[in-house]
């Protein structure tokens, strides 16, 4: 299947999105054709990506100037810390602004590196090679750059929009099951934004998808990059129309800060989590019908997740879960801003939910047995 290629246009920069099987060893032919060749480059890669994909990527570069900096992808070392280490290497050698930083990695990886391109001299060039299927699905597109700090996740960072993306398909037959469900939650998410024919699309093909058969698993990325193009050219620095990317990140991003960013959660995981809230708390105000919700809850109870959600919280966790729901950047009020949904394709996208409404709710959701 020849690769694909998304445009994005949005008011700080155009770039071009290439999804495609084999696409690390053509990088060099990419590279020139788009008149992204520069002085030097700095490749910040996860260090779980196997050895074969680094020397692939490696090899583009050969005949130019370029340097390595290994990082340790987790939720932990996204930080101040590590920007800091990334920046070190960038003056060290006499960056410029026009040389390139390249990240090599997942969501944390291109979060982390996005932030410091975006800090360095006030903007270094930057290109996005997203190695999970969350990433792919994302968080590579979309310019959101951040870190964490004790107060919550992605806290402190910028919108900066990366020069070019390549995902490589190839990249994800390397990944255990668990990774490709992390990135099958925004998969999902997406179509719950987007329409009722692309969900039932993912619910007749759920197996396909996760088992990465190609053309389902292309059409599956391709979609969703597909609909995040179209919300951030309207909408790049989440004024409106935007917030609706984050339907059921209000939830997860607290469910994660709760456990410390333990192993025992991933994103998308949390995300699946959030999702359900997302899903339960607007039945219960009588947003959606019963119908749309038992549909997308029978969905979610047929993904496979390792831990399960009453094993993970429990009551004693609800003034936790709630303290990082208000320190949520979306909350501009003692009250805390929901993303909820109508319908498929439709959500209202301001719910400010009371403290005292959100305990009663997850009180609720934690006496009951899924997931």
């Known amino acids: 299947m020849k690769s694909k290629i998304i445009k994005v246009k949005t008011k700080s920069k155009s770039y071009e999105v290439h999804i495609g099987i084999n696409l690390i060893p053509k990088l060099k032919n990419i590279l020139k054709k788009k008149k992204l060749i520069f002085s030097k480059y700095l490749i910040v890669f996860d260090n779980k990506i196997p050895r074969k994909f680094r020397k692939l990527l490696f090899k583009n570069f050969e005949s130019q100037k370029f340097y390595t900096l290994d990082f340790s992808a987790n939720e932990k070392n996204k930080s101040f810390l590590s920007v800091d280490k990334i920046h070190n290497v960038l003056f060290k050698n006499n960056f410029h602004r026009d040389d390139c930083i390249i990240s090599f990695g997942g969501g944390i990886t291109g979060d982390l590196v996005g932030y410091a391109a975006s800090t360095f001299k006030r903007g270094i060039r930057f290109i996005n090679i997203p190695s999970t299927l969350l990433a792919q699905v994302d968080s590579s597109i979309g310019g959101k750059t951040g870190i964490n700090n004790k107060f919550g996740k992605n ?28 990135g099958y939650a925004e998969i999902l998410k997406s179509s719950l934004i987007d329409n009722k024919k692309r969900f039932i699309y993912l619910d007749r093909n759920y197996n396909e998808i996760l088992n990465l058969k190609r053309n389902y698993i292309i059409s599956a990325i391709l979609n969703s990059c597909l609909l995040k193009k179209k919300i951030i050219e309207k909408d790049e620095k989440e004024k409106n129309l935007r917030k609706s990317l984050n339907l059921g990140h209000t939830f997860a991003h607290a469910y994660e800060a709760t456990l410390k960013y333990s192993k025992k959660l991933n994103h998308g995981e949390a995300v699946i989590f959030g999702l359900m809230n997302a899903i339960n708390f607007s039945r219960e ?10 549909l997308i809850n029978k969905h979610i109870n047929k993904i496979e997740i ?4 009453l094993d993970l919280f429990d009551k004693r966790k609800i003034s936790s879960i709630l303290k990082f729901m208000r320190s949520d950047k979306k909350n501009q009020s003692d009250s805390i801003n929901l993303i909820l949904i ?14 005292s409404e959100l305990n009663k709710f997850l009180i609720k959701e934690l006496s009951k047995a899924y997931l």
């Not at 105000?285 to 038992?294: E, H, Q, R, T, V």
């Open 155 to 182: 806290l402190v960072g910028s919108f900066y929009q990366p020069d070019l993306v390549i995902s490589d398909i190839n990249l994800l037959y390397s990944l255990p099951k668990r990774e490709i469900i992390c």
């Open 306 to 309: 390792k831990n399960k959600y």
């Open 342 to 355: 109508r319908n498929f394709g439709k959500l209202n996208l301001n719910y400010q939910a009371k403290l």
């Open 285 to 294: 105000k009588k947003i959606i019908s019963g119908l749309n919700s038992d």
